[in-house]
């Protein structure tokens, strides 16, 4: 059975970016009920080049983060490809392709990577969801729940 880590990240200080950090907090609960041993979680307010250790362990890695385009209705799954675009040395965050890089160079792993954007609106100094941001993220949640049903039978 594939080795799966649900990664948010975000400030749950500032409203809809929570979204992340939320969210795992629905995983948690979900993995704790269903008894997944073979699914894990991880948190934290921005991506780092150390992830790249950390998603080194896993078959699959699902990143979750609030989204500001505004086309996006409320949420989108996206598949993540390596990217070794240049980051500053004053840089304290990298994007999620550039983990995935950083997995592949020096770990020789390559984890299957996606996004999970959910549709965020307001990020002013509150540690509470817009009711919108809110519906999104469980809107979400319960099709990540149906993705990997899908994605465990097909590995039976």
């Known amino acids: 059975m594939q080795k799966i880590l649900i990664y948010g990240y975000g400030n749950p200080g500032r409203q809809d970016d929570g979204l992340g950090p939320r969210f795992i907090e629905l995983c948690d609960a979900w993995i704790r009920e269903q008894n997944l041993t073979h699914m894990f979680t991880d948190t934290n307010y ?16 699902v990143f979750v983060d609030a989204s500001v385009v505004e086309d996006l209705e409320n949420f989108k799954l996206e598949t993540v490809e390596p990217d070794d675009a240049r980051i500053e040395f004053t840089m304290h965050a990298v994007s999620v392709s550039y983990v995935v890089d950083l997995c592949q160079k020096i770990y020789n792993k390559s984890p299957k990577a996606c996004v999970l954007h959910i549709r965020g609106y307001e990020y002013d100094f509150k540690e509470e969801l817009t009711p919108k941001a809110a519906e999104n993220m469980h809107a979400a949640f319960a099709y990540l729940k149906d993705f990997f049903k899908q994605v465990r039978r097909n590995d039976s």
Do not use: F, H
């Open 46 to 61: 921005q991506l780092n080049i150390e992830d790249a250790a950390e998603i080194a362990g896993y078959d699959t890695v």
